[in-house]
């Protein structure tokens, strides 16, 4: 029931510079705060990024949102071993009056 | 430092209720705040289940919504969530999450639909 889609993965060696999408619409990304999360292998997912492009206490400045329309990107740049996890994006949607989550994006560090 | 704990059984029958409790520590749930739920199903992406704020306003996931309750329960630091009529659909891990951003997360509590 995804309605933010995202690449299925994404990969790239260490050292460089990975991006990832979220494309939405005018009910959700278009007039909506966009959220990004990183789920490690085996855990809870962890907030990496709040309203649009703000980092909370933590997460590293390699690190970095965007939003533009309907469309949101997380960049993450010196690509670390570590950084190999799946990426999901999420915005509430006036239209449905709740949240949703993108399709997950898994990023490998080659 | 605010932490979440998911509990609550791990199997459930076709067409019974699933409930979950999640605990609050290092925070006071009566100050306000939002609290909300997300599930995943194994292998799957992340699904919402629905959030209930302060106000005791709450919004849950359309294709759930006949079937989903969110409550708080101030005097036990808990909130919690039922879900009816349960099918094997809805096996998956079950997070409990704070904020209007969900950020903190609770470890998340794996629920099996089976008979």
């Known amino acids: 029931q995804s309605v933010l889609t995202q690449p299925p993965s994404a990969s790239e060696t260490p050292g460089q510079r990975v991006t990832i999408s979220c494309s939405g619409s005018t009910s959700n990304i278009g007039i909506n705060y966009v959220y990004w999360y990183q789920q490690l292998p085996g855990t809870a997912p962890k907030l990496l990024i709040y309203r649009n492009n703000q980092r909370p206490s933590g997460v590293p400045d390699r690190f970095s949102g965007s939003k533009s329309g309907t469309s949101a990107s997380l960049a993450i740049s010196g690509l670390r071993s570590e950084d190999e996890a799946d990426y999901y994006c999420a915005a509430w949607d006036d239209s449905l009056s709740g949240y949703v989550f993108g399709t997950g994006t898994k990023v490998t560090v080659l | 430092q605010v932490q979440l704990q998911e509990s609550g059984p791990g199997l459930v029958k076709p067409s019974e209720t699933l409930s979950l409790i999640c605990t609050v520590y290092?925070?006071?749930?009566?100050?306000?705040?939002?609290w909300g739920w997300i599930r995943q199903p194994p292998g799957k992406g992340l699904e919402w289940i629905g959030s209930i704020y302060h106000s005791g306003s709450t919004y849950y996931n359309p294709s759930l919504k006949s079937r989903v309750t969110i409550l708080v329960d101030t005097s036990k630091k808990q909130f919690s969530l039922t879900l009816t009529s349960v099918t094997a659909a809805d096996t998956a891990i079950y997070y409990c999450?704070?904020?209007?951003?969900?950020?903190?997360w609770g470890q998340g509590t794996m629920v099996t639909v089976s008979s």
């Open positions: 290092g925070y006071s749930i009566s100050s306000g705040y939002c």
């Open positions: 999450a704070s904020g209007d951003s969900f950020d903190i």
